[in-house]
């Protein structure tokens, strides 16, 4: 495999942040990755792994190698009466694989549709929207280490899902690289209406009777309404986590702020959203010269057109600041800031 020198990575991050890789290659399949792996020009400790490049702000060029995983095909690998095993390659677009899935009448996966970037992303971060979670359709996946090339399998208990995380954002961050992924999905689906805008957005779709199509129609709709298309101006969807506080933080806040938006999390907590917070700082539609947070959703920070990294990483840090100490919350970005 050839690797490319000085590699230009503005057209592989949906920032659109001009930087370059020292080295770039990409990979179809796993002998290829192994192959590069085992490039002794390669310096394993300085490894980049790319998808859609949708959940990354760089802020300088990357002194090291950046791989582009372009392994490719979905298929249902066995079936029952109840549901399906469908497995799809790492660099197959997260949102052809909702396609997929209800082209083939399988539910599990219309609440997460529109979602950016790949497959093989999906899993790190644990993806979740509209009160579903990657987690909550998970049956395995195949990972290669990066050390020993050696192919190894994943189920969930081995992932360590948590909100927005896995093991692969934590003690084996930068190990592996996921090559496929295989979801359970369900043939008699039940549907998930009841977080968001979802109801009042089939309402005014006029829908009768709800279907997985006509529930992935209306969490595009949802998302296409908030979240700038990235073709169009440079972002990463939600920059930041919705933070999760205990209910006494709460209900301290609540009774400040009696309309703040809330929603049940993990161990008896409480999700606020962190658009909310960032709006109520007043961030939302801010412009900073070629840069700033997004019109519609404070969630999102926008490069209008030549913005460098480091100017939209101060302002993310701004943000911080500012919802720290009206809020005394501390938000933490979604997106990875290299």
Known sequence: MNLQLNYSLKNLNTFGI???????????????????????????????????????????????????????????????????LVEAGGGVSWHDLVLFSIDKNLGGLENLSLIPGTVGAAPLQNIGAYGVELKDVFQSLEAVEISTGAVTTFDAEKCGFGYRESIFKRELKGKYIVTHVTLQLSKKPVFNTTYGAIKSTLEAMQVKEITLK????????????????????????????????????????????????????????????????????????????????????????????????????????????????????????EVNII
């Open 214 to 333: 006509a529930l992935s129609d209306a969490v595009i709709a949802i998302r296409q309404s908030k979240l700038p298309n990235p073709v169009v101006i440079g972002n990463a969807g939600s920059f930041f986590k919705n933070p999760e506080i205990s209910p006494d933080q709460f209900a301290a806040l609540q009774a400040q702020y009696p309309n703040i938006p809330s929603y049940p999390a993990a161990h008896g907590n409480i999700k606020v959203p962190a658009g909310w917070l960032i709006e109520q700082c007043g961030w939302k539609g801010k412009i900073i010269n070629n840069y700033g947070v997004h019109k519609d959703q404070a969630l999102v920070l926008v490069n209008y057109g030549g913005a460098e990294g480091n100017q939209i990483r101060a302002l993310a840090y701004e943000i911080i600041e500012s919802v720290k100490q009206k809020f005394n919350i501390t938000l933490h970005p």
């Open 18 to 84: 001009d930087v370059v890789a020292r080295q770039f290659a990409s990979f179809k399949n796993v002998a290829e990755l192994q192959e590069l792996l085992n490039n002794p020009e390669i310096d394993k400790n300085n490894l980049l792994v790319l998808g859609g490049g949708s959940n990354v702000l760089f802020t300088q060029n990357y002194d090291g190698t950046v791989l582009q995983n372009l392994i490719g095909g979905i298929h249902i690998i066995s079936e029952t009466d109840e549901d399906a």
